[in-house]
């Protein structure tokens, strides 16, 4: 057990036997009590992080909610115009198991991208030149990840899976990790901050537990930030509260809850005091990063005219860079509309209308400002889509199932080879070829970048030494990384 944890589990244990055995259990723990003044420490202190020097100060991931298609978007092959309106073959698809929505169909058509595509950059890197002509004008500054994948088939697992290192519920986000392990950048921010846009395609519920903290203390949750007045749900005063009396009112509740503490040595009592004060600390600085007046015109001819209206994924980005900015160790943009079972042309269309130029303005903005160098951007969805028509095959129209067996992520920055390709995938995009990466080994990576070895990164939990990437093991990416 690690120093960190087995405090937390010491005072959760306090806790339990306090409040069960009554008197007889205070009087047996007095002694443990007078010992353990070390609960205070933080845990990265206690547990040596980072564990090495860090490529990556923070991380910025978009996330594409609902399986972005990789074969309409970057894991491109000639041979698919063969392909379209073939059968798959029995060989490729291998018996796979498939999701409620196909496993019924009697079968299953190729469908060939309905797109342009085109090679880009030094290295002629395929691109969809209809759909992300601003991403195909940065492919010399990322990695393309073809062979990322998954076990899981469906939306809810497969989004927890990538978010936490499991498809159950209730263990931490790799948000909750990083602010566990490493702490905040900046007192008066979160760690963690997530922020949700919402495309017009078919939109996959998203779970608070998503970004939440699982077993970890609360405090390392993520913090949802919302369009509108109020970024934050009851961040500010009521009207005819003065900010002295609402200090003066934490004051008193924050000595009264140390007292519990003092009694109880329950340690959500002092995540509880935490959180009260960072909300404090915030109710003057999220207004003004919520202020984007400042940013001048270029900006906004950068990352397109969406980024003037609040709730975009484009006005998100920009908001996010300003976090950045600021030294918020962990952002989580969540585009939902990905999940095109049918009218995949039209969606999919919509959708990288909204996510191109923006993501594309965040890798040339963050260049330009130096910050590139140590910052690290991951984009990418919880799994791919199939090669084979979901429904019928029109001229014009057609849908794909989830896959999981291989899909696309792209990379940028601190740490991360440019321009550059990993991984092979057959002439169906089907099955991985050559150098798969699970999505345990990518989050590996993306802490490994951070300076953190992922098998020491853990906390005891139901009996497991718990961590991101799962107990069955996971390595980090090194042919990714320079």
Not at 41 to 63: E, N, S, W
Not at 149 to 155: G, P, S
Not at 394 to 401: A, I, L, M, S, W
Request: proline share 5%.
């Amino acid at each position: 057990m690690n120093p960190a944890s087995e405090v937390y589990q010491n005072m959760a244990r306090r806790y339990f036997l306090k409040r069960s055995a009554g008197s007889l259990g205070a009087a047996g723990l007095a002694s443990l009590l007078q010992s353990e003044s070390k609960v205070q420490a933080a845990p990265q202190q206690m547990l040596g992080l980072p564990h090495f020097a860090p490529k990556a100060k923070r991380v910025i991931y978009l996330f594409m909610s609902g399986g972005p298609s990789h074969i309409d978007m970057f894991d491109y092959h000639p041979e698919m115009k063969e392909l379209h309106g073939k059968e798959l073959p029995a060989e490729i698809r291998m018996g796979q198991r498939l999701t409620g929505m196909t496993s019924g169909q009697s079968s299953f058509p190729c469908v060939a991208p309905m797109f342009k595509f085109g090679r880009y950059g030094e290295h002629g890197t395929w691109v969809n030149s209809d759909l992300l002509p601003h991403t195909a004008s940065i492919v010399d500054d990322i990695t393309i990840v073809k062979s990322v994948n998954t076990e899981a088939i469906n939306h809810d697992p497969a989004i927890t899976y990538i978010n936490t290192g499991s498809q159950q519920l209730g263990k931490p986000s790799m948000g909750a990790w990083l602010s566990y392990g490493l702490g905040s950048a900046n007192q008066n921010l979160p760690a963690y901050v997530v922020m949700i846009s919402k495309g017009k395609g078919n939109s996959q519920a998203l779970y608070s537990r998503l970004w939440g903290a699982g077993f970890l203390p609360s405090q390392h949750q993520g913090v949802k930030m919302r369009t509108g007045n109020d970024p934050v749900l009851y961040l500010s005063n009521p009207d005819g509260l003065a900010r002295t009396t609402r200090r003066r009112q934490l004051d008193a509740l924050a000595s009264l809850n140390e007292e519990q503490f003092a009694e109880f040595q329950d340690p959500e009592i002092k995540a509880r005091i935490s959180q009260y004060e960072m909300a404090f600390r915030m109710q003057t600085t999220v207004p003004e990063l919520f202020d984007i007046s400042d940013e001048p015109k270029s900006t906004f001819d950068l990352y397109g005219e969406d980024a003037q209206k609040p709730g975009t994924f484009a006005r998100n980005v920009v908001l996010a860079r300003r976090m950045l900015e600021k030294g918020v160790r962990f952002i989580q943009l969540f585009h939902r509309g990905w999940d095109q079972h049918n009218n995949l042309p039209k969606n999919l269309g919509s959708q990288c209308k909204d996510t191109d130029q923006p993501a594309a303005a965040l890798v040339k903005d963050l260049k330009q400002r130096g910050m590139l160098e140590d910052t690290l951007v991951v984009c990418g969805g919880e799994f791919g889509r199939t090669i084979y028509s979901q429904g019928k095959l029109t001229p014009d129209n057609h849908g794909r199932d989830h896959h999981g067996r291989c899909f696309s992520t792209w990379l940028a920055g601190a740490g991360v080879k440019r321009g550059f390709e990993y991984g092979k995938t057959d002439n169906w995009a089907y099955n991985i070829l050559e150098n798969p990466v699970h999505i345990n080994d990518l989050n590996a990576t993306i802490l490994h970048n951070l300076g953190i070895d992922h098998e020491r990164l853990t906390f005891q939990f139901q009996g497991l030494d718990q961590k991101l990437t799962g107990v069955e093991g996971a390595h980090v990416v090194h042919d990714i990384l320079t």
